[in-house]
């Protein structure tokens, strides 16, 4: 389980007397079950990569708290990054290395040995379907084959909660339906706590248990894509999300809506 509250984070954008402040997120609150995907959606510049990186214990909170299995992100990193596996939309790989030295070297990472790595590696390519690409060197992969390989280094350590920052990010539709598939795999049968961010309205109702609608660094809903499309009484959930994401936005930056609190 991950537990995000009342999340902060502060930036200043130039310097001197162009510097101002941009609140790139204020006042996030929202929780991912186990065995349960759960999908962060927002417009561009919503704060939503920003939130997952504090989640990551990439860049520290200027307010809030992140909780993953219990462990406070901040006070126990380590403890909470050992069970966190992470996708960012920057896959990393090393080209050079083929994609089992790419998996077993995050292993490494995560404290495992070469051989336990290297085994854990086999299964998961059976489970992305990867097999063929396993001992090949990344260099030239197709966006579709980098991400499974990159989602196979994320679970090398077989975590128990995945957080994902716009995975289909370039991926053509054969390859987001493999994705698709062993997430809800993932979900289904290994009972993953499944985190996502995205703009796609497809993958949220594809894909989705529940729905975190973030807008202006704020949490603005949260509910399932049935309960969000009933609050707004729009039968299209991509309607419900422009009126969530833009007209409730509107609601809270005149107060009318608490920060941090779903409509």
């Not at 991950?2 to 609150?29: N, T």
């Not at 959930?237 to 609601?251: G, M, N, P, Q």
Request: hydrophobic fraction near 45%; glycine fraction near 10%; charged fraction near 25%.
């Amino acid at each position: 389980m991950i537990e995000v509250e009342q999340l902060a984070k502060r930036f200043v954008q130039g310097r001197g007397k162009s510097a101002r402040e941009v609140r790139a997120v204020d006042g996030v609150s929202w929780r991912a079950e186990d065995g349960r995907i759960t999908g962060l959606l927002g417009p561009n510049g919503a704060g939503k990569t920003t939130t997952l990186r504090m989640v990551a214990g990439l860049i520290p909170a200027d307010a809030g708290r992140v909780r993953v299995d219990g462990i406070d992100v901040a006070e126990q990193p380590m403890a909470a990054l050992a069970r966190l596996g992470v996708l960012s939309d920057a896959r990393g790989l090393y080209p050079r290395l083929t994609a089992r030295e790419n998996i077993v070297y995050y292993g490494r990472l995560h404290g495992m040995e070469d051989a336990a790595a290297s085994q854990r590696a086999d299964v998961l390519a059976q489970m992305l379907d990867m097999a063929p690409l396993l001992d090949r060197r990344t260099d030239g992969f197709s966006q579709g084959e980098k991400m499974k390989t990159a989602l196979a280094r994320a679970l090398v350590h077989d975590p128990a909660n995945i957080v994902l920052d716009e995975p289909t990010n370039g991926l053509d539709v054969l390859a987001t339906r493999a994705l698709r598939d062993a997430l809800r795999r993932l979900r289904d049968d290994e009972g993953k706590c499944i985190v996502f961010s995205t703009h796609i309205m497809q993958e949220v109702e594809r894909l989705c248990d529940r729905v975190v609608v973030i807008a202006h660094g704020r949490t603005v809903a949260d509910g399932t894509v049935a309960e969000l499309s009933a609050r707004t009484g729009q039968a299209d959930f991509e309607e419900a999300f422009v009126s969530l994401a833009f007209t409730t936005a509107e609601r809270v930056e005149a107060g009318e809506i608490h920060t941090g609190s779903p409509a």
